[in-house]
């Protein structure tokens, strides 16, 4: 079945530099990618999507390229505010799904440090 | 914008007892979901609908019953709460359509002692 697989579960950095958060899936149909935010002691919201190989998708300084020969769908922003700190969900839908559900990663915490 | 509430924010109970929680949405969608949330696993679908009267299983059901009254709202029915259920757990509603936006409640908190 589908899968999504984000690999850090922790990123630490210095407010400033530069942020890619791994995320890579698995489907047999043609996928549906989304990057959920959560921030401490909040409901999760949508940061970004995309279903378009090779376009580069922006929101709120983060951007996102879904590529589909390498099944990946990275979050960067090129510079991390305090404000950033919070867990980022990938997430996977596709045809293949039935009634709209998402896959989700387990999720990396970003921790922005001054 | 989307408005999902649930209700109660926390709940306690103890092994065994009966819990249901509730979510409300206002925006005419027709989907709603029951997700819970544990660290280490991320979000995990419970049960899902798409109308009033209808439900579907989702990827962790065990343990959970769920009903959709209206098209506003969805219950979520523990009815011997074990300890392993003890979790944050959030309620969405999206469109129809594949690639919508769900829309997450503010989420409650179970603990189950």
């Known amino acids: 079945g589908d899968s999504v697989t984000q690999t850090e579960g922790l990123v630490t950095l210095t407010k400033g530099l530069p942020v890619m958060l791994n995320c890579t899936y698995q489907?047999?149909?043609?996928?549906?990618l989304f990057w959920y935010v959560q921030h401490l002691n909040e409901a999760p919201k949508l940061l970004l999507k995309?279903?378009?190989?090779?376009k580069r998708t922006e929101h709120q300084g983060f951007y996102a390229t879904l590529h589909k020969s390498s099944s990946s769908f990275h979050l960067q922003k090129s510079s991390v505010q305090l404000s950033d700190s919070a867990l980022y969900f990938c997430?996977?839908?596709?045809?293949?799904?039935?009634?709209?559900?998402?896959?989700f990663g387990i999720g990396t915490l970003l921790s922005v440090k001054p | 914008e989307a408005a999902v509430t649930q209700s109660p924010r926390n709940k306690v109970t103890v092994t065994g007892g009966n819990v249901t929680l509730s979510c409300r949405q206002t925006?005419?969608?027709?989907?709603m979901y029951w997700y819970r949330q544990d660290t280490g696993h991320g979000l995990r679908l419970i049960h899902y609908?798409?109308?009033?009267?209808?439900?579907q299983i989702g990827d962790v059901p065990d343990g959970y019953k769920a009903t959709r009254t209206t098209q506003e709202d969805f219950f979520l029915l523990l009815e011997l709460a074990s300890p392993s259920q003890t979790s944050l757990y959030f309620c969405?509603?999206?469109?129809?359509?594949?690639?919508?936006?769900?829309?997450f409640g503010p989420g409650t908190r179970l603990t189950v002692l």
């Open positions: 969405a509603s999206s469109r129809d359509t594949l690639y919508a936006e769900q829309f």
């Open positions: 997430a996977l839908t596709s045809y293949g799904s039935s009634g709209n559900k998402l896959i």
């Open positions: 609908s798409y109308g009033a009267g209808n439900l």
């Open positions: 489907t047999t149909y043609s996928p549906f």
């Open positions: 995309s279903s378009t190989d090779n």
């Open positions: 925006n005419s969608h027709n989907y």
